[in-house]
């Protein structure tokens, strides 16, 4: 069996009012980190859900595995209060990436909307210019 733990409330709400940012966070390059790690994640989870980004199902699969990791990092970080420079590195060239995609696919017209454009196109026919004139 395993062990239960109970906290009470009063308990748990002096537990969170103990912690600060300034007790974990000692060097501003954790929060960096940290703030580099959340974007990935919240990037992450914009590419899941997003129909202008054209994924397969399995990258939409890393996709979550990188949002849940990317996260998680948020909080190991922060929690722990260092990280070394390869790390800081890292979380900020990959979040450097994920913008860049971001900002590709920011303004590509799903295939839904593309679909029917070309279906009100061809509807209007050859005398489409005269008919917008109207």
């Not at 590419?47 to 909080?75: H, N, Q, Y």
């Not at 420079?85 to 990436?97: E, K, N, P, Q, R």
Request: proline share 5%.
């Amino acid at each position: 069996m395993t062990p239960e733990i109970s906290l009470t409330w009063q308990q748990t709400i002096e537990a969170f009012s103990k912690w600060t940012p300034s007790t974990y966070v000692e060097h501003p390059y954790v929060a960096v980190a940290a703030v580099a790690w959340f974007i990935v994640g919240c990037l992450s989870t914009w590419a899941i859900f997003s129909p202008r980004v054209r994924d397969t199902t399995l990258e939409r699969v890393a996709l979550t595995g990188i949002a849940f990791g990317s996260f998680s990092r948020v909080f190991f970080v922060l929690g722990r209060g260092e990280i070394p420079w390869d790390g800081v590195l890292t979380s900020v060239s990959i979040a450097f990436y994920c913008i860049v995609i971001w900002h590709k696919n920011k303004y590509v017209i799903p295939k839904r909307k593309r679909k029917e454009e070309e279906s009100l196109r061809a509807y209007e026919g050859p005398n489409r210019r005269a008919s917008r004139k109207t």
